[in-house]
């Protein structure tokens, strides 16, 4: 998706104009960089916006994460807003994974059964 493109949008992220306000707020807002689009953030609320003033090109801002202090994975709307059903659907995931904190199987490459100590075992580890 390629931002909507505006003069003003562009000439306020080069500091020739001054930012746009947010939508919900109505506060000044920061520029931010985003996947190569330029963004606006309001350091007041966390809205998001392409500062183009029609709310409706707002709603194809993409969504992002973020974690918190604890660890927690938050998901939001491009806006800014939590989506709670994501931010739910991601903690009900198994992450353990991706952070490393899961133990390697041991026998994650067997395809057939081998001899150990007390016997043998198939890839599972359990007896035969």
Do not use: K, N
Not at 16 to 25: E, G, I, Q, T, Y
Not at 33 to 39: A, H, K, N, P, R
Request: aromatic share 6%; hydrophobic share 25%.
């Amino acid at each position: 998706m390629t931002a909507p493109s505006t003069p003003d949008t562009a000439e306020a992220a080069a500091g020739v104009l001054p930012p746009p306000a947010c939508p919900d707020c109505s506060a000044p807002t920061s520029p931010l960089s985003v996947e190569g689009e330029q963004l606006w953030v309001c350091p007041s609320c966390g809205r998001r916006t392409y500062g183009t003033g029609d709310e409706d090109d707002d709603a194809d801002l993409p969504p992002y994460t973020e974690t918190g202090p604890d660890g927690a994975v938050f998901v939001y709307h491009g806006t800014g807003e939590v989506d709670i059903e994501a931010t739910a659907e991601w903690a009900a995931q198994d992450h353990a994974d991706e952070d490393g904190d899961e133990e390697e199987d041991p026998h994650a490459g067997c395809f057939e059964p081998h001899r150990t100590a007390d016997g043998y075992a198939d890839c599972d580890g359990r007896e035969l």
